[in-house]
């Protein structure tokens, strides 16, 4: 085996530790978060139990048995019912609704909203076929027939129809080979679409739909999460953006280059402590510097707030990125956050890990300029492309020369083997002993990763295979 010898290696320059935000008890953290998640599975799991109630109660269950017309037509209002609830919290998951966000942190609810997104699209369709067919069969007439009387003579049901095909639209774009032909700009303003969909199919279930109108709970239920769900978008993805972002001024004060291809933006505003937002949590921004502005990009902060500025580091790899080097001072700048569970509340142990990729390095930095740590107690392993390509260099430097970190940089070509995240120059490495070798007592650390996701995956399971628990390795994924 070789000996490591990482190309930035140093060692801690001080002893004094610089003042960090104040970390809760571990006790009263979990409880908190605990609560939160409690309180936000029990909202999906009660109303999705009060929805095949409906079914159940408007004898669903004894039209089954039948084997008949009657079972294709009851299974169909099944598949509606569980259908139009998971179209609705499509919506709700990504209104950035404080009971959601706080509950499971962003990366579960884009988890969440994926997987709940292809269910309700396969639900609603098998809700249109299973109609379709026991119409036809009680009717005994053609289900192509059966169809065209649907959409022509239903109530509401030409609306139910163009947003079927938008939400189509959205799952076909959504699909990871047809997503990575788009630009990320075309396939966000695709996907918002979907909401557009979501409530043109749903109003006709609202308006007609026998297990909508069954009893008075159940058109309170469907009305009221109806308006919940649009209201939630309004309120949570407009309006407190929208009023946020005027309290606090927030404008661009300077553009600089950072690394060989990448930026950084700082900004200034009123008051931004009350903001609340964390080392190592993201907003999404829009810049009003002309035609584009609406369209928002997710980026962490890369440097500790303040209370006075905020600041943001990129790799252009696009044109939201690009579009960063073109700010001029005094843009103005709306936000949308903070967001994110990769803060240092996850803390359990002591000392700190953390390993970054690209552009994932900038929120480890902005947690380490926040966190409490002794000197030599924090290591920081990033890995790049090539030396030139590395951000928050300088930042980097400071935390090395004034707070003690430890830092390691790997650049170089991907290596081929099995710990993938490593560069081709540690090929003789395995992942676990490289981790083992930075830090001997793993146990009394956490791990913050960040950086792309099959690059993450790597590192988790290398670090799960070094023993450390699961409970001390913290990440978020911001990949759409």
């Known amino acids: 085996m070789t000996t490591l010898a990482p190309r930035t290696r140093t060692t801690p320059a001080s002893s004094e530790s610089a003042p960090a935000a104040p970390v809760l008890p571990l006790a009263q953290r979990r409880t908190r978060r605990a ?19 409906l079914w159940v109660v408007g004898g669903g269950v004894t039209a089954t048995l039948g084997f008949n017309a009657d079972t294709l037509t009851t299974l169909g209002r099944l598949t509606g019912l569980v259908g139009a609830n998971l179209l609705l919290y499509q919506v709700l998951l990504m209104a950035r609704i404080p009971l959601f966000e706080r509950g499971f942190g962003r990366e579960a609810i884009t988890r969440m909203h994926r997987f709940v997104g292809f269910w309700s699209f396969w639900l609603m369709g098998a809700h249109i076929a299973l109609l379709v067919l026991g119409y036809a069969a009680t009717a005994a007439v053609n289900p192509f027939v059966q169809l065209w009387e649907f959409v022509w003579e239903y109530p509401a049901m030409l609306l139910a129809t163009a947003g079927t095909l938008l939400i189509l639209l959205v799952v076909v774009t959504s699909i990871r080979r047809a997503r990575k032909k788009l630009r990320y700009e075309s396939w966000h303003l695709l996907h918002l679409y979907a909401y557009l969909g979501v409530f043109l199919a749903l109003p006709h279930q609202l308006w007609t739909g026998a297990d909508f109108l069954s009893s008075p709970a159940a058109t309170v239920y469907w009305w009221a999460l109806w308006a919940v769900a649009a209201a939630s978008v309004l309120v949570f993805r407009v309006a407190i953006p929208l009023v946020r972002s005027a309290r606090h001024g927030v404008r661009v004060h300077a553009v600089e280059p950072d690394g060989g291809n990448g930026v950084t933006v700082h900004m200034t505003g009123r008051d931004l402590h009350r903001l609340g937002a964390r080392g190592g949590q993201f907003f999404v921004w829009r810049f009003m510097d002309g035609a584009g502005w609406t369209r928002g990009n997710p980026f962490s902060l890369s440097g500790a707030p303040d209370g006075e500025s905020l600041r943001i580091s990129a790799r252009i790899a696009g044109d939201g990125t690009q579009r960063l080097t073109r700010l001029r001072p005094g843009t103005r700048v709306l936000i949308e956050g903070p967001y994110g569970h990769m803060t240092g509340d996850a803390r359990k142990g002591s000392k700190l890990l953390m390993i970054g990729a690209g552009a994932g390095v900038a929120p480890l930095v902005s947690l380490l300029e926040e966190q409490a740590y002794r000197p030599g107690d924090a290591i920081l392993l990033t890995r790049d492309h090539t030396e030139r390509d590395a951000l928050r260099q300088s930042a980097i ?13 790997l650049s170089g070509p991907r290596n081929p083997g099995a710990s993938s995240w490593l560069d ?23 791990v913050y990763v960040c950086g792309p996701v099959p690059w993450m995956s790597a590192v988790i399971r290398d670090l799960k295979r070094a023993g450390v628990p699961g409970d001390r390795i913290h990440s978020e994924a911001f990949t759409i």
């Open 35 to 53: 609560v939160w998640h409690a309180a936000a599975t029990a909202v999906i799991w009660l109303t999705s139990l009060f929805v095949v109630a």
């Open 397 to 409: 430097a400071r935390l090395v020369a004034e707070r003690g970190v430890r830092h390691a940089g």
């Open 424 to 446: 081709a120059g540690h090929a003789a490495w395995r992942g676990p002993d490289l981790i083992r070798y930075l830090a001997p007592d793993i146990l009394a650390y956490d």
